[in-house]
Nanobody
Framework: QLRLVESGGGLVQFGGSLNLSCAASGGTLDYNYITWFRQAPGKEREGISCISASGTNANYADSVKGRFTISRDNAKDTVYLQMNDLRPEDTAVYYC??????????????????????WGKGALVIVSS
């Protein structure tokens, strides 16, 4: 049973940065791609970035492209989301989710939440104006 734990959330001012981590235990991420989702109050959960199991491919939603960078360290079974130039509309609970996929070069930022295999409990990010 894979367990994912997010960390690094918090309160930051407009234009600031945060680096979220998603650490896995109870298994390996070697054959999982990771998608970061976020859910703002009153809104649906949306995928914002994904990274393939190999780490060679990454995709971003238009809303975060150019500001957020996803990366992973498979030796540590950890995935990161560096968030720069944060805006109040980035305020949300951020979740990492894993999807088993033996094609290690693929990932999908448009994965439906229900299609992901494992989830973390989320990290709250608040961006003040």
């Amino acid at each position: 049973q894979l367990r994912l734990v997010e960390s690094g959330g918090g309160l930051v001012q407009f234009g600031g940065s945060l680096n979220l981590s998603c650490a896995a235990s109870g298994g390996t991420l070697d054959y999982n791609y990771i998608t970061w989702f976020r859910q703002a109050p009153g809104k649906e959960r949306e995928g914002i970035s994904c990274i393939s199991a190999s780490g060679t491919n990454a995709n971003y939603a238009d809303s975060v492209k150019g500001r957020f960078t996803i990366s992973r360290d498979n030796a540590k079974d950890t995935v990161y989301l560096q968030m720069n130039d944060l805006r109040p509309e980035d305020t949300a609970v951020y979740y990492c989710a894993a999807k088993s996929n033996f094609v290690r070069t693929l990932c999908s930022v448009t994965s439906l939440p229900g299609s992901m295999d494992w989830w973390g409990k989320g990290a709250l990010v608040i961006v003040s104006s």
